[in-house]
């Protein structure tokens, strides 16, 4: 437990962190502070932009390379979250064991940081694109209905 906190960043955004762990976290529940009158809102988020994140961010299964745990888990890779165009879901953790790293596309993962990812997030994408599917579910029931009136 960190009192002041420790710094992490992404391009322009810092974040700071009280508790950086190692392994798993486990707990009964999780709250995340989500009171509108404490958030600058932008905006919403555009169907467009959340059908680009499900169709350009795959998930993907792993296991760690260095844990005791070798259980396969379930996830995203962070360098593709930020190829995909969503580098704010993404923080830097200091980790001075990480070497610079270019992928074959030319991303660069830096030295001495871990990309880190705020899941949390992820989640009003996911919203917006079952929202999107469920009137496109309507507006087709309506055409077939109307088409079978049509018909007879």
Request: charged share 25%; with cysteine.
């Amino acid at each position: 437990l960190i009192s002041n906190g420790t710094t992490g960043t992404a391009g322009a955004q810092t974040n700071p962190y009280s508790i950086t762990c190692t392994s798993r976290v486990q707990a009964t529940e999780f709250d995340a502070t989500s009171d509108e009158r404490l958030k600058n809102i932008q905006g919403e988020i555009s169907s467009s932009d959340a059908v680009n994140f499900i169709k350009n961010v795959i998930p993907i299964k792993y296991t760690w390379k260095d844990s005791e745990d070798k259980g396969v888990k379930a996830g995203y890779s962070a360098q593709q979250v930020i190829k995909s165009g969503f580098k704010h879901l993404i923080s830097e953790l200091p980790n001075e064991s990480l070497v610079e790293t270019t992928d074959d596309d030319g991303f660069t993962s830096p030295e001495g940081f871990q990309l880190t990812m705020n899941y949390n997030q992820v989640t009003p994408y996911h919203g917006v694109v079952i929202k999107h599917l469920l009137e496109e579910i309507e507006s087709l029931k309506q055409e077939i209905k109307e088409l079978k009136n049509k018909i007879g």
